[in-house]
């Protein structure tokens, strides 16, 4: 209901907001888009919090529907869990006030790979319970189809944005 009360007024949604960001960026440098393609999966980056502190993570689930026979690549999601908190922020506009970065942006040294992975699995948990159940019929079809465990459910990059109080 949001986006499309953004669209009536004529408004950008985040989303287009951050493909014009992206789109603005790969014309400003054109060995960008290769860059990206070359990144591993599970990149992984530190910057200040810009208000609330917490673990950052993009997934891409695996294509569903007609799409799960093709090569083609499924749905990016982001999730957001702030320190001290078991609620997982899931919509680009919560997401990205805490997130958003310049390229002249700091990138600190991260907090402890525990505390990281621990709030990494909190949001993976977060993802079981409420996103692969719905698609549980989806996934359960890839694998009756006999699609490799690679095909699932892959953590595309992931950031820790920092308290102000530890950098």
Not at 56 to 67: E, H, K, N, S
Request: proline share 8%; with cysteine.
């Amino acid at each position: 209901m949001k986006d499309f009360n953004a669209v009536y007024e004529g408004k950008a949604t985040t989303e287009e907001q951050l493909r014009l960001l992206l789109n603005k960026a790969l014309q400003d440098d054109p060995d960008l888009e290769r860059f990206l393609q070359d990144l591993p999966w599970r990149v992984f980056s530190a910057r200040p919090a810009t208000g609330v502190p917490g673990v950052f993570a993009c997934y891409r689930f695996p294509p569903g529907g007609a799409q799960s026979k093709s090569r083609e690549l499924g749905e990016l999601r982001w999730y957001f869990l702030p320190d001290g908190s078991d609620k997982v922020l899931t919509t680009l506009d919560e997401i990205n006030r805490h997130i958003a970065s310049e390229p002249a942006t700091p990138r600190p040294f991260p907090r402890p790979l525990k505390f990281r992975r621990d709030r990494l699995k909190a949001i993976e948990a977060h993802i079981r319970k409420q996103d692969l159940k719905a698609r549980k019929s989806v996934t359960m079809a890839q694998v009756a189809g006999g699609q490799e465990a690679s095909d699932g459910l892959k953590l595309v990059a992931w950031m820790d944005a920092i308290p102000q109080e530890e950098l």
